[in-house]
């Protein structure tokens, strides 16, 4: 995860993991600072995770938690600063923007000043104009969330960031106590329909998984300190409605365990948890309705698989998670569902030039079946990856990812400069969508780039994904990682697309 910390998590903390799971139980725990590296994407056998991995505890009855603790954190704040680019030179082809020599984000621009960046496209969409803001410098993998009341959240690791401009400008919100001391730890956010805001995380490092509510935009926050006890790792949170959440994590850092909420967030109790054993590369939640399938992506190298959680069913194993037919990626799954039900994938496939493109599944029957797109046309060269999707109003998705004009099937190995862009069409129920792609920023990073156990280093920079979202308006917002030279220093950037 944070580039600064580059051994990996999950090889140091496997003992510490086995004797976690074996002691820990409900309640909270004493927190001490650690760090590391992101979590790593693993294949279906635990072999490039970890040299040795003990196996993890079967979660054969669920423990609650009783009692949630309510946390009063100090306000103080730093407003992130508006950063101008230079203007996005259009490409006419499908042949992505190639950067010759990297360099620093040029500075030329009087600061406050929004750039423009030109899309490229292939018909339909439409035009955008980008302005991009630094969120912060704490944290990598940014998370994104729109509330209701148009309020943005952005969790990076053991960081969240606020904006109540419509991401113009950018506050630290205060952690919940239990969360200040970690250094690097995964986490995930989420708010409701009524805007109380959601945050999950493990403790101390790859320890236990703790999930928080907050009803005045993070300033104060409620927890259940032990959803599931450490070692934990990757953990996601989603609010069905604004009394029954879920949160998934992988126990014994490899078996996904699902947890439910009927209180509002206050306290959770594991209900289900999957047959596998290793494979923890898990991706967001979506759902139809409080009763219906949650559905959570899980990449098993190289295909997406679907576990389909039953909410109400009690200590109950769930079978293999079903594929999809749609290739996984090199950072962490995705999965979106627009306001039509319709739930989409994206993956990352091979092209015609030798390196990868990015193609897009569908599915119109509660993730039972899933078509796959015709690959996005602008990457039919060079080399695409990091893939995220969004889906608002029927039709409409975005993909965020990043892309360099070289092509290579392995963005670890590729010494060469990448852009940051954003895919978009408002017709992807159609069988040949058209898609508008945007350069969001034409240098984030000059390197290889790469999300497991085996990447250390510079090529670490970006965590596990970058993230999109589409809000109840069909805004736009897109955050990644930049880091044009080995230099600077990471930052969280954020756009509105439109």
């Known amino acids: 995860m944070l580039t600064d910390m580059m051994l990996d998590r999950r090889a140091l903390l496997i003992g510490v993991a086995v004797v976690a799971i074996a002691g820990c139980s409900g309640g909270g725990a004493t927190i001490g600072a650690s760090g590391g590296p992101a979590p790593s994407t693993a ?9 040795a991995v003990a196996s993890p505890s079967t979660v054969a009855s669920p423990s609650t938690v009783a009692s949630p603790s309510t946390v009063a954190s100090p306000s103080p704040s730093v407003t992130a600063t508006s950063v101008a680019t230079t203007t996005a030179t259009p490409v006419v082809t499908a042949t992505p923007v190639a950067h010759a020599t990297p360099t620093a984000t040029p500075t030329a621009t009087p600061a406050g000043a929004t750039p423009t960046a030109t899309p490229t496209a292939t018909g339909g969409g439409s035009s955008a104009t980008v302005s991009m803001v630094v969120v912060g410098t704490k944290g990598n993998e940014p998370i994104l969330s729109a509330a209701p009341d148009g309020t943005l959240y952005i969790a990076a690791l053991s960081n969240v960031y606020r904006s109540t401009d419509t991401g113009a400008t950018w506050t630290a919100v205060p952690n919940p106590t239990i969360a200040t001391t970690v250094l690097a730890s995964d986490s995930s956010i989420a708010v409701d329909a009524k805007n109380r805001l959601y945050y999950s995380f493990d403790y101390p490092y790859a320890g236990t998984t703790a999930a928080c509510t907050s009803d005045d935009r993070g300033a104060t926050w409620a927890c259940d300190n032990a959803v599931a006890p450490g070692g934990t790792d990757r953990m996601w949170i989603y609010p069905a409605s604004p009394t029954l959440s879920f949160v998934t994590t992988n126990e014994g850092l490899y078996q996904t365990v699902f947890a439910t909420s009927t209180d509002g967030g206050a306290t959770y109790t594991p209900t289900q948890f999957t047959s596998s054993v290793a494979a923890p590369t898990t991706g967001p939640m979506v759902s139809m309705n409080a009763n219906s399938f949650v559905l959570q992506p899980v990449d098993m190298h190289p295909g997406l698989y679907l576990y389909r959680y039953l909410p109400g069913t009690t200590t109950t194993q769930l079978a293999d998670a079903k594929p999809t037919g749609i290739n996984g990626g090199n950072a962490l799954p995705s999965i979106a569902m627009g306001r039509d039900s319709a739930v989409y994938l994206v993956g990352e496939t091979p092209n015609a030039a030798g390196g990868l493109a990015l193609t897009v599944g569908r599915s119109t029957d509660n993730g039972g079946t899933f078509k796959a797109l015709p690959p996005i046309p602008q990457t039919a060269t060079g080399t695409a990856t990091f893939s995220w999707v969004a889906a608002g109003a029927p039709g409409h998705i975005a993909v965020v990812f990043y892309q360099s004009a070289t092509s290579a099937l392995d963005p670890t190995t ?53 993230n999109v979202v589409i809000d109840a308006n069909d805004h736009v917002d897109a955050t990644w990682m930049d880091e044009p030279t080995p230099a600077l220093k990471p930052t969280i950037r954020f756009s509105r697309v439109h």
């Not at 294949?43 to 040299?51: E, K, L, N």
């Not at 159609?430 to 898609?435: G, I, K, N, S």
């Open 414 to 466: 590729m010494n060469v400069p990448w852009s940051a862009k954003l895919a978009e069409t408002y017709d992807a129920g159609d069988a040949f969508p058209q898609w508008t792609v945007t350069t969001l920023e034409p240098l984030t990073h000059a390197g290889g780039l790469c999300a497991n156990a085996g990447c250390t280093g510079d090529s670490r920079y970006s965590g596990d994904l970058i």
């Open 43 to 51: 294949t279906a056998t635990p072999g490039p995770r970890a040299s």
